[in-house]
C-alpha cells in the first residue's frame, strides 16, 4: 500500500506540472499524426506500403489490401481515432482506442521484422504514457481495485522541469534505437537491395545472400527462409 501512495503521489505531482502535460499533449498529437496518413490511404483505396510483395510484411499488406470494405473500415478507425486524441474533451477515448491497435501493429512489425520497429515502439510507448496521463479518468474501468484509491484534486501551476524523467525518456528513446540494432542476426530490409547490401557485415555474407534471394526471388515465408539461413550458416545443428 505504501507503494500505491507513493505512486499516487508521483501521479499528482505529474498532472500538476505543466512540462508533463506539454509532454501528454505531445504525445497525443505524435500518435494522432501517426495514424492519419495510414487511415487515407486505407479509405482511399490504395495499397498502404511501398513494400515489395515478396517481402514478409508485403505479404500482409497485399492480403490485407484486398479484402474490400474491411481495409477501409481499418483506415476510418484510424481516422476517427486520431480525431479523438486531437480534441481535449475526447482524447481518453483516442487513447484507449489506439492502444489495441499500436499493439497489434507492433506484435506484427517484430514478428515480420521490418525496419520500422523502432517508430513503432515509440509510438506504441508513447500511446501507454497516455494511457498512464488518464489513469485518474479511465481508472473506474480498470479489472482490479484502482476506484477507490484516495487522489485528491492534483494541484496546478508548478512548472519545474523533471529532469529526471525527460532524461529516462531520452534514456529509454536510446535504448530502443540502439536495442533495435541488435535484435536480430538477420532482417530482409525494406528491398532486396537493402537485404543484400547488409551481408558483407554480416556472420556469413553468402548465407546471407541466399536468405535475401529466398525471401525477394523465391518468395517464400519468412519462418522458412530463416530456418534456411540458420542451416547454410550452421546454426541449424
Keep these: 500500500m505504501d507503494l500505491l501512495n507513493r505512486l499516487a503521489a508521483f501521479y499528482l505531482e505529474a498532472k500538476g506540472n505543466k512540462w508533463f502535460r506539454y509532454f501528454a499533449i505531445f504525445c497525443r498529437i505524435g500518435v494522432a499524426m ?3 496518413p495510414s487511415g487515407m490511404v486505407k479509405v482511399t483505396g490504395e495499397r498502404f506500403t511501398a513494400l515489395p510483395s515478396n517481402h514478409p510484411l508485403g505479404h500482409y499488406f497485399d492480403a490485407l489490401h484486398l479484402t474490400g470494405y474491411y481495409y477501409t473500415f481499418i483506415g ?10 486531437l480534441i481535449p474533451r475526447t482524447a481518453v477515448m483516442g487513447a484507449l482506442m489506439a492502444f489495441p491497435i499500436m499493439l497489434n501493429i507492433s506484435v506484427l512489425v517484430y514478428a515480420t521484422r521490418f525496419e520500422g520497429t523502432r517508430i513503432v515502439t515509440l509510438i506504441l510507448l508513447a500511446n501507454i504514457y ?4 488518464y489513469f485518474d479518468r479511465i481508472r473506474y474501468i480498470m479489472p482490479f481495485k484502482t476506484a477507490d484509491l484516495n487522489l485528491p484534486a492534483y494541484p496546478t501551476g508548478r512548472e519545474k522541469f523533471p529532469f529526471a524523467f525527460f532524461g ?33 557485415g554480416n556472420s556469413d555474407p553468402e548465407a546471407c545472400r541466399q536468405f535475401c534471394d529466398c525471401i525477394y526471388t523465391q518468395g517464400k ?8 539461413y ?6 541449424g545443428k
Design 34 to 36: 501517426a495514424f492519419i
Design 76 to 85: 476510418a478507425g484510424q481516422l476517427i481515432t486520431a480525431a479523438l486524441l
Design 130 to 133: 497516455l494511457l498512464c496521463w
Design 168 to 200: 529516462l525518456v531520452i534514456a529509454i528513446i536510446a535504448a530502443v534505437i540502439i536495442g533495435n540494432a541488435y535484435l536480430y542476426d538477420i532482417r530482409p530490409g525494406n528491398s532486396a537491395e537493402e537485404c543484400t547490401n547488409g551481408c558483407p
Design 221 to 228: 515465408p519468412l519462418a522458412v527462409c530463416l530456418k534456411e
Design 230 to 235: 540458420e542451416n547454410a550458416a550452421g546454426k
